[in-house]
């Protein structure tokens, strides 16, 4: 079963900043539809940021809620099979179980109208995921 490993979660300060990896030991040819999800206690998961790249390494479409917007940003690095999300400027309300998930089922349309939707991917398109990291921003 494929693996992926998320790092470079912890505590920091309102207005700080966190650089979020996901590392997996699957093919680089999965690297073309990837998201972030988080998760707060009591509350439902959420999708934080989503991509989706052509087989050409051109990006197609990315996604990001309107809760991160402009504070967030996902990239990959096919190379390295790494995955990441680096976050400024975090409040209290980012604090959450932050979950990486790579590689996608659908139709490239549904997914790219997934990615172009105000909510995001759901989470039921995603075929492997980390076990989560916590992200803390202390009130």
């Known amino acids: 079963q494929a693996q992926l490993v998320e790092s470079g979660g912890g505590s920091v300060q309102a207005g700080g900043s966190l650089s979020l990896s996901c590392s997996t030991s699957l093919p680089a040819y999965k690297f073309w539809c990837m998201g972030w999800f988080r998760q707060a206690e009591g509350k439902e998961r959420e999708a934080v940021a989503g991509?989706?790249?052509?087989?050409?390494?051109?990006?197609?479409?990315?996604y990001y809620a309107d809760a991160v917007k402009g504070r967030f940003t996902i990239s990959r690095d096919s190379a390295n099979k790494t995955l990441s999300l680096q976050m400024n400027s975090l409040q209290p309300e980012d604090s959450a179980m932050y979950y990486c998930?790579?590689?996608?089922?659908?139709?490239?349309?549904?997914?790219?109208?997934?990615?172009?939707?105000?909510?995001?991917?759901?989470?039921?398109?995603?075929?492997?995921w980390g076990q989560g990291i916590q992200v803390n921003v202390p009130s």
């Open positions: 991509i989706i790249y052509l087989s050409d390494g051109s990006r197609v479409i990315s």
């Open positions: 998930a790579i590689d996608c089922r659908g139709s490239f349309q549904s997914l790219t109208a997934a990615m172009g939707s105000p909510q995001g991917p759901s989470s039921g398109v995603f075929l492997n």
